[in-house]
């Protein structure tokens, strides 16, 4: 954090993004490539046919050209909710929320809890940090229920930044360990390299894109919003094992601000909210990858 407050230019912010979305144990000696090789299908109980089929679907998803309601019948999510007291299956909904110019807005209650993966990436103009009396639209935030009012006060930080909302992606089904970065199975892994592999493709090269964790609405607010965050950032570092350059990824953790069910619905409707969403940036200036 404290190099991150100290950023001088866009060279150092680049190497405080480098240094925290590097993984040690990098899968290959080439951080450029796109043929590691992928675990075994019967580890992650998919076949490649289904694997081909959600990189299409992702890569023209990502480029806002597939409506979300096209995917593939093997890109749908393998959790199946019902309802608790109909038995009815729940058709997946999110309380999404975009700001002027399709901005997404997350807070934080001062400086020193923004992340500094973010700081970072603030000094080179992919997202912007204002303190919330700053801002002109401050007061249109919509409210959200659990959301501790040091949040919203006039002293507390926002990150946005703008997005293409047709190239939304989400995934309940890329799941993690309770309170842990770690992914909970093989299938979990293998859907967030579909992900790296349609980023990959040449038609997306000079896009860049946001990586956003959610989570459910049970526990304490801040420790959500801190969990969310260091989850996403473990998407992208994978991601950045598998070939994609770490200067076209944002992780951003957004707790439990878009979640749709309180925190004392029944447990399988609050998994919906444990989700992860991955946008294309739009951004005013080029991206330089």
Known sequence: RALAMKLQDENEARLLVDAILAEENARAADAAATDIARQRLAEAGRTEEARKESIAYLRSRLSGKAASTQPPDSFRSRQTIKDPETGDIILRTSKTHFYDNNRRVVTYRNM??????????????????????????????????????????????????????NSEVTRDDILFVQGSTAFQDAYSFDLVQDIAMAINDPTLANESFVIEGHASAEGDFASNLALSQARAERIVREMVNYGVSPSRLVPVGFGDNDATYLANSAENLRTLDRR??????????????
Request: charge should be neutral; aromatic fraction near 10%; charged fraction near 25%.
């Open 112 to 165: 020193d809890e923004v992340p500094p993966v973010l700081i970072a990436y603030s000094k080179l103009s992919y997202v912007e940090i204002q303190q919330l009396k700053q801002r002109a639209d401050a007061l249109a935030f919509l409210p959200v229920e659990r959301r501790p009012a040091e949040y919203i006060a006039a002293e507390a930080f926002s990150v946005s930044y703008a997005v293409d909302p």
């Open 276 to 289: 992860v969403a991955v946008y294309r940036l739009v951004r005013s200036t080029a991206v330089k990858p």
